[in-house]
Structures are given as C-alpha cells and as structure tokens.
C-alpha cells in the first residue's frame, strides 16, 4: 500500500509539474523572435530542459505537444513550434533520464530542436502544412540560436530549483 500511494504522489506532481510548465509556456510566448516565416521561442527550450529534468521524456511530451497546440491556437506559434519543440524535449529528458546531469540534458535539448526538429520542420512540416518549401539550412541556424539560448536559461533555472529544493 505504501508503494502504491508513493507511486501515486509521483504521478500527481508530475502532471502538476506538466500543467504548470504548458502554462508557463504558453504564457511566455509572446517572448519570441520572429525570423521569417518561424516564430523562435528560447522560452520553450528553458522549459523543455525544465520538462526533461522535472517529469521526463514522455510527460514533456505532453508539455510540449499541448504548448504547441495552444499556441497555434491562439495565434502564438507556427506549425513549426511542433517539431521545434517535442524533439528537443523528449532528447533532454531521455539524456537526463539516462545520466542525470542538467548540462547533458540541455545538449539532448539543442541537438533535438537545432538539428532533429529543424530537418524535420524543413523538410516535412513546412512544405506539407504550411505549403512552403525551405532550405534546411534556412531553419538549423535559427532553431539551433533559440534552443541554445533556452537550454542555458533551461540549466541556470533548474540550478536554482536545486538550491530551493525542487530537484533532487
């Protein structure tokens, strides 16, 4: 029974976590960059390594499609804020998962957006979704800038979530 109520503890901060890290999100939004016919947001990358590092892979998952659907909702985002987010976050949590260290976590982040989530947002969502074709060079750059810039304000919060007690 006690594994039982600790396994259900878990469950439910992590779906608190995820609620709270899609509004943030959301509500960050608006601090993006605007480079063409993308929308760049370090703030999605602060929170997908906040994602990865709080309730992992799969629940960031969530985090990230769920912030990408709102905001293309509400006229915040592009169809790029798909893949420009959930490969990212779902890299940061698998490396965090895997050797629990922030800064490797903030690489899963960079490498799944700036490389993974470009490639495919160039080749696949731009022309099929929003009838568009772009260079693959033409996203790298960018999503590669704006998930830097988010996983080192991603690592410099989870730092202070560790000192407040937050992350173990």
Do not use: C
Request: proline content about 5%; hydrophobic content about 60%.
């Amino acid at each position: 029974m006690a594994v039982s109520r600790q396994m259900a503890r878990s469950t439910t901060k992590r779906v608190a976590y995820s609620v709270v890290l899609a509004a943030l999100a959301v509500a960050l939004s608006p601090i993006s960059i605007p480079t063409g016919i993308a929308r760049l947001s370090p703030t999605q990358h602060l929170i997908n390594v906040l994602a990865g590092v709080l309730v992992g892979p799969w629940w960031g998952f969530g985090v990230a499609l769920v912030t990408s659907v709102v905001r293309n909702t509400l006229g915040l985002g592009t169809p790029l804020a798909f893949p420009g987010s959930i490969f990212g976050v779902i890299l940061a949590g698998l490396a965090f998962r895997a050797t629990r260290n922030v800064y490797v976590a903030a690489l899963g982040e960079v490498v799944g957006t700036g490389l993974i989530g470009a490639s495919v947002a160039a080749l696949l969502v731009a022309p099929y979704l929003m009838g568009r074709a772009l260079g693959l060079t033409a996203l790298i750059l960018p999503f590669l800038l704006s998930s830097v810039l988010g996983a080192v304000l991603g690592v410099l919060a989870v730092r202070m979530l560790r000192r407040a007690g937050f992350v173990d």
